[in-house]
């Protein structure tokens, strides 16, 4: 078995949010797939450990925002590599309440407004079987996918994602420039692509993608 | 609610192939989506009148062909317009066995060999909730993408797939040239972007995408 053929199956970007009472909470998927075509059922796997799964079991709505190549990477980071039960997740975030669920306001294509038809079971994961009830359109920006924010962004699937795979290093060194890597999310600061070197970023510098500090840093 | 919302949700294109006994059987799809990382699952949701839904149901194993930008759209044709109730899909693919079942081999990024776990209802449609048992890369071809279809080989989808919606037709004309649209596929002949007028291409010629003749087609 060659695991990396998985890795050429296609996926969209999206945050599912959904609501505790006061709390918001939410998180990066990017397993949305739409499932009927009349009356449109989609579904979406989340694992077991997310808080946000734990939500929408609780609440069953839950809102996709579809995010596009035009939305702040941070977004990713905040969604993807953060947990809802210690963070506020969009205290820097733009959003609005549709529905009584918050919609991220970055940009995105459009989102929808699901109510929870069925819970599968997938061992590290479960599978939300959900009916769409509201869709609307925000832009006409392209679509992020999971591709583009790899190959663009540098980003790479949260640990939590189902599309998870342990990638090796890249030995790409050219002319005694370096690439260091974020521990929490893996994004790199390639000194080969950028105008900067690693040690002369300011000290408050954060990752692009995740927030997190230099010291999170590690040399690759 | 804008339907439309939906169609920026991304999709690669896959061929799901089973076996009932002698008989190959198989149908395009573009909703094959990973659920678990570890022991991997995935997904794909087939319309209940499509036959290769009732086969797998016999048989509980099926392939999945992920198909790249080089694979001949014909494929999509073959797999996506016509049923394997009354043809043999595959008299005029390229093929090769694996596990019993076949696979796509024309130019695809690489393959899913898949055991059924569980089929859950979806009105319209059945989840196939499946292990993967084995996956080979057979190309580093780029995945193609539902979008890159629709734009590039301006094709649809087909009427039975989940994300199905009836488009309007487009109102461009340039310099009295004119639009023909299979009416089996939804392929356009576009006399603003081809050499060739659509009455002065060959009366062999076909459908690119479905293989029917210039009969089939209709003035937009």
């Given at each position: 078995?060659?695991?990396?053929?998985?890795?050429?199956?296609?996926?969209?970007?999206?945050?599912?949010?959904?609501?505790?009472?006061?709390?918001?909470?939410?998180?990066?998927?990017?397993?949305?797939?739409?499932?009927?075509?009349?009356?449109?059922?989609?579904?979406?796997?989340?694992?077991?450990?997310?808080?946000?799964?734990?939500?929408?079991?609780?609440?069953?709505?839950?809102?996709?925002?579809?995010?596009?190549?035009?939305?702040?990477?941070?977004?990713?980071?905040?969604?993807?590599?953060?947990?809802?039960?210690?963070?506020?997740?969009?205290?820097?975030?733009?959003?609005?309440?549709?529905?009584?669920?918050?919609?991220?306001?970055?940009?995105?294509?459009?989102?929808?407004?699901?109510?929870?038809?069925?819970?599968?079971?997938?061992?590290?994961?479960?599978?939300?079987?959900?009916?769409?009830?509201?869709?609307?359109?925000?832009?006409?920006?392209?679509?992020?996918?999971?591709?583009?924010?790899?190959?663009?962004?540098?980003?790479?699937?949260?640990?939590?994602?189902?599309?998870?795979?342990?990638?090796?290093?890249?030995?790409?060194?050219?002319?005694?420039k370096?690439?260091?890597?974020?521990?929490?999310?893996?994004?790199?600061?390639?000194e080969?692509?950028?105008?900067t070197k690693f040690d002369e970023l300011?000290?408050?510098?954060?990752?692009?993608?995740?927030?997190?500090?230099?010291?999170?840093?590690?040399?690759?």
């Amino acid at each position: 078995m060659n695991i990396n053929a998985l890795m050429d199956m296609t996926y969209g970007m999206y945050v599912v949010t959904s609501r505790d009472e006061d709390k918001k909470v939410g998180c990066f998927v990017n397993t949305v797939t739409q499932i009927t075509a009349e009356n449109p059922i989609i579904l979406v796997s989340i694992n077991k450990k997310s808080y946000t799964n734990e939500i929408i079991k609780k609440n069953k709505k839950f809102n996709v925002s579809i995010l596009s190549e035009k939305t702040d990477p941070k977004i990713i980071g905040t969604f993807g590599f953060t947990s809802s039960r210690d963070n506020d997740k969009f205290v820097d975030v733009n959003y609005k309440i549709i529905s009584e669920i918050p919609v991220i306001d970055e940009n995105i294509c459009g989102y929808l407004v699901c109510e929870l038809l069925q819970v599968i079971d997938a061992e590290t994961h479960d599978i939300f079987i959900a009916r769409v009830m509201d869709a609307e359109k925000e832009s006409n920006n392209e679509p992020m996918t999971y591709s583009y924010y790899h190959r663009e962004i540098k980003g790479r699937a949260p640990k939590e994602a189902p599309t998870y795979v342990e990638e090796k290093e890249e030995e790409v060194k050219v002319e005694e420039k370096s690439q260091y890597k974020c521990k929490i999310c893996g994004y790199v600061h390639d000194e080969n692509k950028s105008s900067t070197k690693f040690d002369e970023l300011p000290d408050d510098w954060k990752c692009p993608i995740c927030g997190r500090p230099k010291s999170d840093f590690e040399k690759i």
